[in-house]
């Protein structure tokens, strides 16, 4: 079976970093992936991960251990904006196609 | 703007009716994937299409259908509606290189079954 566990929400401050967790069981991976989905609209891609380690991206950043089934997004210097739904996602398949299993998703409220 | 587009954007209809989502994926992009979000189930993948054929499945109910077409635009079948068919629907497209290959997503379509 697939099971991908965040949490539900978390609220953090302006300026601040924060840590979004992740954890999944599921077999046939390929890669994982953080979405940002503000209320109403698409989800938008923000990293993906497929090797163990870090991946850097401006304000972002992604960490991936395939052995403990675990991923973090990290955000820096939160901005209002930042104010979002952060949902991890797992492929599935060839790395031309496959599906993708979400989260439940974590509500980030960012405070001034 | 993902470059995906699909409409129509509101779709209000009543129990036991049928209805058609379409989608039209980024210029070049041979996969379609189709998304139902609803409140208490986030988001459940349902059906996956690539260059016209089935690729890969979700938990799609059998009242519900798809089809690629050969502009390679998708469509959404979901018919004997009921209330709890109430969701947002996405589309989202992929392309054919290997690597990266992340999935863009469309505005999708908001649909209200009364």
């Known amino acids: 079976g697939q099971n991908i566990d965040q949490p539900t929400e978390m609220t953090a401050t302006e300026g601040a970093i924060v840590q979004i967790n992740c954890t999944y069981q599921?077999?046939?991976?390929?890669?994982l992936f953080w979405y940002q989905q503000h209320a109403g609209e698409a989800p938008t891609f923000l990293s993906y991960?497929?090797?163990?380690g870090l991946e850097e991206k401006g304000r972002f950043s992604s960490f991936l251990s395939r052995s403990k089934g675990y991923s973090y997004l990290l955000l820096k210097e939160l901005q209002m904006k930042d104010s979002a739904s952060y949902l991890c996602?797992?492929?599935?398949?060839?790395?031309?196609?496959?599906?993708?299993?979400f989260g439940q998703g974590t509500t980030l409220q960012v405070k001034p | 703007d993902s470059g995906v587009t699909q409409t129509p954007k509101h779709l209000i209809t009543a129990t036991g009716q049928r209805v058609t989502l379409r989608c039209s994926p980024r210029?070049?992009?041979?996969?379609v994937y189709w998304y139902q979000q609803s409140l208490d189930q986030g988001l459940q993948f349902l059906i996956q299409?690539?260059?016209?054929?089935?690729?890969a499945k979700g938990n799609i109910l059998e009242r519900f259908s798809a089809q690629q077409f050969p502009d390679l635009h998708s469509e959404l079948n979901l018919s004997s509606l009921e209330l709890g068919d109430s969701a947002l629907y996405f589309c989202?497209?992929?392309?054919?290189?290997?690597?990266?290959?992340?999935?863009?997503f469309g505005p999708g379509t908001r649909l209200t079954v009364l």
């Open positions: 989202a497209s992929s392309g054919t290189s290997g690597g990266l290959n992340e999935q863009f």
């Open positions: 599921t077999s046939g991976f390929n890669g």
């Open positions: 991960n497929v090797l163990d």
């Open positions: 996602a797992v492929r599935h398949g060839s790395s031309n196609t496959g599906k993708l299993i």
């Open positions: 210029s070049g992009d041979l996969s």
């Open positions: 299409y690539y260059n016209g054929e089935e690729r």
